[in-house]
């Protein structure tokens, strides 16, 4: 019998459909020779350090660190079902083909369960990046010996095994410190929490930080052909900083006076230019989490769970923890039906329909940018949005709406910047003339001001040539203040955890940071800021997000390098020298250990100065709470 390891039931369900494995087994799907079985993520898991010592279930500094000298591996209690499925089939199985997904993670989440099953047979790998029809059968037709992914597979067991050491170790350290100094509760860290966490606290320090400068600005208004229309004052660039605002008052006092005494401005130089702009990409998980953040008011992981259900449930979507954009060219071909699903779901589109061209290709479509996964798109299972819960509603439409606009023409419009001489000042005026509103006319979230807020109006200039004389209605002189920068929101922080590499000044580490999408991943960012609010370490006020003083106590404490997101850009240039072979799994992990061993005891005689309220789970060294140390630390580690 063939097997094929698939990563989620969903996608077993669709390569099991086109290899004709139609019938419903235990576990799997069941063909001619052929049976398609699934993972629910990781079936298994790192085991906890009392699995290798009874003794480790007491946190104790004199423990510390905790290094398994042979690494364990137990399978998860909630999917120890799904376990016993896959391990009886992996027995029976005569070839196994690996369908998880096409990254590092899903090589692990497959031969992590070869390994621990003692499979020994020959293993073929599918590659895949999309689950249409098309593209299933292409990947069948061209799998790869499984030889040619296996370095994956300790690439991720490397990540894996190292994020155990920090969040083990480094958890229970500052746990017990800050037991020492009367905090009761648990202080966990991780890779990517602790980073994370560092982005809130540097940011509200800056804030707080902040020292206001007044600057001036004079807003004139001009009148030609009977049109009112403004203009801003231009200061002189000595006057000026950075960004052009005039730090000098008695000159913009002496501008603004003499404005105000003309009664002309003349026009010296105007220039028109015809501005095209591309659609938007469709989502990638991140990026629409960051929408709903600012649009809907939705936090991450709220926006995370109504996509998962718009995906599972209503089954409207495709997969939504997507950290790509772009889209494969095989799936173009579905566009008229997908289309035109969605227009018969929905009669408000009736008038969009006519603009729409399937036969369009924009640059979403592109084969070698598309990762292991695709842009979020509807599928043609479409349903009118009225039927969907409100939230799941205004979600589905902003993922379809940034499908729709890869069928529409570019937005065009002509930008006219004109220049004038008024009382020996410079003014300057913009405006702005739609010619073409293209994309636009799908998209809801850029054409609706948030709430309580109107949405700043382009203003269309009249027509205006050089030497022309325009009338001066009025002047304004604004006395105005440098503003500190704004508090993280959710949706902010998932932005700023991808672009983490604008941080980092090390330019081999930055542009690693880029390559890596930052820190955390898309299926992981909502979790981990949502068990930092969770643990008390970060607090939402309205929508803005502030550090507890925990979490600046922590922050202080913590080995810099943990709390550095370039030590994400080191790990993975590492993690990469094992995926090329050039390190082994065994050295990595051993100066992992190392490294770690010196953290804790560079900070193990700290004496912590930490406050505010122990939110976190208990600390697991009264005996009542003996199942503690198992479960909290567990989970906490990953981040």
């Given amino acids: 019998m063939r097997l094929f390891l698939c990563e989620k039931p969903s996608q077993a369900k669709d390569i099991a459909k086109v290899l004709g494995a139609n019938r419903r087994g235990d576990g799997c799907w069941v063909g001619s020779g052929v049976s398609v079985t699934w993972c629910i993520g990781h079936l298994l898991e790192t085991a906890p350090p009392d699995a290798y010592d009874a003794r ?22 909630k999917t120890a079902s799904q376990y016993k499925a896959v391990k009886r089939l992996l027995g029976e199985a005569a070839e196994l083909v690996i369908a998880t997904d096409a ?31 098309a593209s299933i ?7 790869k010996p499984g030889a040619a992914t296996f370095s994956l597979y300790h690439s991720a067991l490397g990540r894996s095994r190292a994020d155990w050491l920090i969040g083990m170790n480094m958890s229970r350290l500052f746990t017990l410190l800050g037991r020492q100094a009367g905090y009761q509760g648990v202080l966990p860290v991780g890779r990517v929490q602790t980073p994370t966490l560092r982005l809130v606290v540097d940011r509200d320090r800056s804030i707080a930080d902040f020292v206001p400068v007044p600057f ?12 009112v229309f403004s203009a801003q004052w231009r200061a002189p660039e000595d006057a000026c900083d950075d960004q052009g605002r005039c730090l000098n008052q008695a000159l913009a006092q002496q501008a603004a006076a003499a404005i105000s005494a003309a009664t002309t401005a003349h026009v010296s130089t105007v220039a ?13 998980l991140g990026t629409l989490q960051e929408v709903c953040s600012k649009k809907l008011g939705l936090g ?29 060219l095989s799936q173009h071909a579905e566009a008229g039906s997908i289309l035109a699903a969605l227009g018969r779901a929905d009669t408000s589109l009736a008038a969009l329909q ?11 479509w592109n084969d070698a940018k598309v990762s292991a996964h695709h842009g979020i798109i509807p599928t043609a299972a479409a349903i009118d949005p009225g039927r969907l819960p409100g939230k799941h509603k205004a979600v589905y439409t902003l993922i379809r709406a940034r499908y729709l606009a890869q069928f529409l023409p570019n937005h065009e419009y002509d930008r006219t910047q004109a220049d004038f001489d008024c009382a020996g ?51 304004t002189l604004k006395d105005l203040w440098t503003q500190p920068p704004k508090p993280f929101t959710e949706g902010d922080l998932i932005k700023a955890m991808k672009n983490v590499a604008k941080l980092v000044a090390d330019p081999r580490l930055k542009q690693k940071l880029k390559d890596t999408t930052g820190i955390g991943t898309e299926a992981t960012r909502a979790g981990i800021i949502q068990g930092l609010l969770d643990r008390g370490y970060l607090l939402k006020n309205g929508k803005a997000l502030a550090a507890t003083p925990a979490a600046f106590s922590l922050i202080d404490a913590v080995p810099r390098a943990i709390a550095d997101p370039g030590t994400t850009a080191i790990w993975e240039q590492a993690l990469d020298m094992v995926q090329s072979g050039e390190m082994s799994l065994e050295e990595f992990v051993a100066k992992q250990s190392t490294w770690m061993s010196k953290q804790v005891q560079r900070c193990a005689g700290l004496s912590l100065n930490i406050s505010g309220p122990a939110v976190a789970g208990k600390a697991p060294w009264k005996k009542k709470r003996r199942k503690a140390p198992a479960g909290a630390p567990r989970k906490k580690a990953k981040g």
């Fill in 103 to 133: 990254d590092r993670e899903g090589e692990m989440i497959a031969r992590e369960l070869v390994e621990h099953c003692r499979y020994r047979g020959p293993i073929q790998r599918l590659w895949l990046s999309a689950l249409d029809d």
């Fill in 425 to 475: 000042q410079v003014l300057r005026a913009v405006g702005k003339q739609i010619v073409e509103p293209g994309w636009r006319r799908a998209l809801p979230e850029a054409l609706t001001p948030p709430k309580g807020r109107e949405a700043p109006v382009a203003q269309v200039l009249p027509a205006l040539s050089k030497g022309q004389a325009c009338a001066v209605v009025g002047s």
């Fill in 56 to 77: 480790y279930k007491r946190w104790v500094l004199a423990d510390l660190p905790i290094i398994p000298a042979q690494w364990k591996m137990l399978v998860k209690p």
């Fill in 216 to 227: 001036w600005a004079i807003e004139v208004q001009l009148r030609s052909d009977d049109r």
């Fill in 354 to 364: 006519a603009h729409l061209e399937p036969q369009r290709r924009s640059r979403a």
């Fill in 137 to 143: 059968r292409k990947a069948l037709a061209a799998l």
């Fill in 272 to 284: 028109t230019e015809r501005v095209r702009e591309a659609a938007p990409l469709p989502f990638d």
């Fill in 300 to 328: 991450a992981q709220e926006t995370l769970d109504i996509a998962q259900a718009l995906y599972e449930t209503h089954k409207v979507i495709t997969y939504p923890r997507s950290d790509c954009g772009y889209l494969p």
